[in-house]
């Protein structure tokens, strides 16, 4: 079955709003990781779809939209590692890992 630009736009879509949905409700610090993630592989998936299915032009190579998806799987993964640092450094110290609760931290 071949795949066309829409259904990899509507599948992209579907990611990103499912990740924004997910950031926006959510108040466990841990969601809302996993919101961002789902938010940063919508957005690479686009970067993918649109390099296959569009043509290059003198500027702009076959694999420019891999390239991408590349430095935000990078990207994501470094966003990752630092949070989840923060949210285990902030669970040992408050015993919770809710964001609102957060906000009672002061300097």
């Known amino acids: 079955m071949p795949y066309s630009l829409p259904s990899f736009l509507v599948v992209s ?3 990103f709003c499912l990740g924004m949905y997910t950031v926006l409700t959510r ?3 841990i969601g809302i990781l996993m919101g961002i993630e789902l ?3 919508g957005a690479g998936l686009n970067f993918v779809a649109f390099s296959r299915f569009l043509e290059p032009s003198q500027t702009t190579s076959l694999l420019s939209g891999q390239v991408f998806t590349l430095f935000i799987i990078a990207i994501a993964a470094a966003e990752v590692a630092v949070a989840l640092a923060i949210v285990l450094s902030l669970y040992s110290r408050m015993k919770t890992i809710d964001v609102d ?3 009672k931290l002061h300097g």
């Open 101 to 103: 609760e957060f906000k």
């Open 39 to 41: 938010v940063l592989n």
């Open 27 to 29: 108040r466990n610090a």
């Open 13 to 15: 879509s579907l990611l």
